[in-house]
């Protein structure tokens, strides 16, 4: 068996393993040995199907030491006016830069990639079977447990039966192999962003509308993109939708107020406006998109899929006859799995996992810089409290609530406060700290968002405290 040491074992190279070594690298001495199961660095990013793109600008992803796009807006399509939306082919081709070009470089990084992690410090090589024993001189890293589902690794959880045509979106694009059997009608399953991606894809691929079912078992509210620009351009819709999403997390009076208010304030989208959405989930659209998906009339609100047989669908409350010839597409995949909130810092180990949601790089990156200048285990938990993602919606409130904690605490810590000026992964702090004190109409804004803040501390406790 091959001995190695090193100083940590980062399990796992996908966007949250390679922003923690990445500011590990830079903020210590460390060596650090990384162990993928993907043949590339990226992990799910590699599985991904060829049309995905960021939801948010690309210039808030990846790592903190290279950038992440050019900064462009984009001038046509359903995202024109916004900054640009790395494709998922620039996104692994990105990682695989950073291995390349940042951290091999150093010395001070290994890369295995094509193994797997057996436990106890040892992982073995799919390709030859050969098992490494590692002396970790300092911590295991566990930079999968955070990792999303995407629909190519997915197994349906419903039955389909012979001769019915079932892909993923990834199938979806490969049609174009069987001329023979060119579908008549396309239905999406799921609700997610996988699915809007799906819908959005047809349309702009040339699918009628008319041609298009869309199960979908819950409506979810969803992010209005222009409230995540990181231009100074965008500061009243950036700066200033956090204002208003605080004001409104102060002054709801429920859950369903709370999204009623964040609806008014154009910072939360829906698709269907006949329809009040049950789920939220972070994801992040234009308004463009929207119109587009607005298109689609066939929509199937009756539960889950159970099963798809020959002519029909059959749904948690109805059976409903489908087109022998409709390509079904699988979007029922989950991104994020629910899983329990664990300490990110327990002795020799490190567990991934957000810190500030939805930023899953800039959570990695802050946990990497907590461990490299703090040593009582504690005073690191504290810094890295776990940030629940959403299950419902008011699961919206209560991650709002541990963002808003976790930034009293950091802004406490003179050095890692100077450290998130400095890192583009942190979204608006830079833009913050650039407003000119004679800027009366931002200032005014910055002011506006500290008091509601203070505000919505106050109330979101209330709010969830109803529901229990």
Not at 27 to 52: L, M, Q
Not at 61 to 67: D, Q, R, T
Not at 89 to 105: C, G, M
Not at 419 to 435: I, T
């Amino acid at each position: 068996m091959a001995q190695l040491e090193t100083d940590y074992l980062v399990v796992g190279a996908g966007a949250m393993g390679l922003a923690f070594v990445d500011t590990l690298l830079k903020e210590s001495d460390a060596h650090i040995t990384i162990v993928d199961r993907h043949a590339k660095p990226g992990g799910h990013w590699n599985d991904a199907y060829p049309f995905v793109a960021l939801h948010q600008p690309s210039a808030f992803y990846g790592v903190n030491s290279l950038p992440l796009g050019t900064m462009r807006k984009d001038t046509s399509g359903p995202n024109a006016g916004h900054y640009e939306l790395a494709s998922g082919a620039e996104v692994a081709d990105y990682f695989h830069r950073v291995v390349q070009q940042v951290l091999l470089p150093s010395g001070r990084v290994r890369y295995f990639p094509m193994s797997s992690y057996l436990g106890d410090e040892r992982f073995v090589s799919l390709l030859s079977g050969e098992e490494t024993q590692v002396t970790v001189r300092k911590k295991v890293v566990d930079a999968n447990y955070f990792a999303p589902i995407v629909p190519a690794v997915h197994t349906p959880k419903f039955s389909v039966a012979d001769g019915v045509r079932l892909v993923t979106p990834t199938g979806l694009t490969q049609i174009w192999q069987h001329p023979d059997q060119l579908p008549k009608r396309f239905c999406i399953l799921g609700a997610g962003k996988t699915a809007m991606d799906v819908g959005v894809w047809l349309l702009n691929s040339g699918a009628h509308a008319d041609s298009i079912s869309w199960v979908v078992p819950r409506d979810s509210w969803l992010i209005n993109r222009a409230s995540t620009q990181p231009g100074e351009e965008f500061f009243e819709h950036s700066l200033g939708g956090v204002a208003k999403q605080m004001r409104a997390l102060g002054q709801a009076t429920s859950i369903d107020d709370l999204f009623a208010r964040l609806e008014a304030d154009a910072q939360m989208l829906r698709i269907d406006r006949n329809h009040t959405p049950t789920m939220f989930h972070y994801a992040t659209i234009s308004v463009g998109e929207v119109e587009l998906l607005r298109n689609i009339k066939h929509v199937i609100r009756k539960g889950r899929v159970q099963a798809i047989e020959p002519n029909a669908l059959l749904l948690d409350g109805a059976r409903v006859a489908m087109d022998p010839q409709t390509l079904y597409i699988d979007c029922t995949a989950s991104a994020v799995e629910p899983r329990p909130m664990l300490p990110v810092f327990q002795d020799n180990k490190i567990i991934l996992q957000l810190v500030r949601a939805p930023l899953a790089s800039f959570s990695a990156a802050l946990i990497a810089y907590v461990e490299a200048h703090h040593d009582d285990e504690v005073q690191k938990n504290q810094l890295c409290a776990t940030v629940p993602f959403p299950k419902n919606l008011a699961g919206y409130a209560e991650t709002n609530l541990a963002n808003i904690k976790n930034q009293m605490r950091w802004t406490q810590d003179k050095s890692l406060r100077q450290w998130m000026l400095q890192s583009r992964l942190d979204g608006f702090g830079k833009l913050v700290a650039s407003v000119m004190p004679d800027d009366a109409e931002r200032m005014a804004i910055l002011g506006e968002l500290r008091s509601q803040t203070m505000a919505a501390v106050s109330n979101v406790p209330k709010l969830l405290a109803e529901l229990r």
